[in-house]
């Protein structure tokens, strides 16, 4: 029999917590019935939930705490004033083996601080890397690093490729996924330094990955490739690119659809296109971002997300942890330092 699995969950993180927090482990009850959590919080809050959601009161067991981490709290003063928040006490369960997991949809600084504090990082990985699902033209991508590291030489970037190749196997079910490196421009010539002498190493890897080459922008929505590797500031900038361009769109259309009688008309003959568009691109449907390479399963939900978005958070870190994730990371890159003993991520 398959061991059950317990997530950690900070309650108190997000703008509309505790609310969806409680409802969205309601929503991932009804898909996995087995699945347990720990919930950690202001009692005085959460007990008037669980009464609403016995079924998750059946399913969890509640600990208190009066401590919560402020969206705006710098990461340095959350670590070492936070002890007893949500957050930290959540991490502390799975650092302890207590929980196989963590999501919270709190301050996303303060939960990489303490995260990678309290379950450090796996054997030969330097930073963890934020990595997220995006929407694409053939279905989906995973992009890493979306933030958490704003420079990035080229073992990070190898380090990075790693983890995303093992992330896309597992979430995306790609026997053999395609990696390229963001930059801005195909050709082998292109980039900086630390770009150039990841893809040098990528191509010569004897490791079963099918490496792309150098990607650009508009490849991401294309859907070039199932892996886009970047540092965490361009990362962080395509993503809010990205986010803001679709909000553009969807602000665009709808006012198209409602400026005149004949755009509403159309809007109802189109309307199963739209809802299903719609749905396609619901962003609460990507929610869930993996912190990878730490020494526990971390997933950080989006502050502002609803119960379905975080809902999609809790079915992405259990899926996680079914597909002994980890494992694999620590697998793959033993089996790349084995082949590059000298591997420094220097240019010569």
Not at 4 to 19: E, F, Q, R
Not at 158 to 184: C, D, T, W, Y
């Amino acid at each position: 029999m398959s061991k059950t699995i317990t997530l950690s969950i900070d309650a108190m993180g997000g703008d509309n917590a505790p609310d969806m927090v409680v409802e969205g482990m309601a929503l991932a009850l009804k898909d996995i019935p087995d699945l347990r959590f720990m919930l950690f919080g202001r009692s005085e809050k959460l007990i008037p939930l669980l009464e609403k959601f016995p079924e998750v009161a059946e399913a969890c067991e509640l600990r208190h705490a009066d401590d919560v981490v402020s969206s705006s709290e710098k990461p340095g003063i959350a670590l070492r004033s936070g002890r007893q928040s949500s957050m930290r006490l959540a991490i502390n369960a799975v650092g302890s083996g207590e929980a196989d997991g963590i999501v919270s949809a709190g301050n996303t600084g303060a939960l990489m601080a303490m995260a990678k504090f309290v379950l450090k990082t796996l054997p030969g990985i330097d930073r963890p890397a934020i990595a997220s699902l995006l929407p694409t033209i053939k279905g989906e991508c995973v992009m890493l690093d979306m933030g958490a590291n704003i420079q990035c030489d080229a073992e990070n970037l190898v380090q990075f490729a790693v983890m995303g190749e093992v992330f896309a196997r597992n979430v995306l079910h790609i026997p053999k996924p395609s990696i390229g490196i963001l930059n801005v421009g195909t050709e082998v010539l292109k980039g900086n330094d630390s770009v150039k002498q990841a893809a040098v190493f990528l191509t010569e890897t004897h490791l079963p990955i099918d490496f792309y080459g150098f990607v650009e922008g508009d490849d991401i929505g294309q859907g070039t490739v199932d892996v886009i590797v970047t540092d965490g500031f361009t990362g962080n900038i395509a993503l809010k690119t990205i986010e803001g361009t679709a909000r553009l769109f969807a602000g665009a259309l709808r006012q198209e659809l409602t400026r005149s009688w004949i755009g509403k008309i159309g809007a109802l003959i189109a309307k199963q296109a739209i809802n299903s568009f719609r749905t396609r691109f619901d962003p609460r449907r990507y929610n869930g971002a993996m912190f990878l390479g730490l020494g526990g399963i971390c997933v950080k939900s989006h502050g502002g997300t609803d119960a379905l978005g975080f809902c999609t958070a809790v079915k992405l870190t259990h899926e996680l942890i079914s597909d002994e994730l980890n494992e694999g990371i620590k697998e793959d890159y033993a089996r790349f330092i084995s082949e590059h003993h000298d591997f420094s991520g220097s240019v010569d």
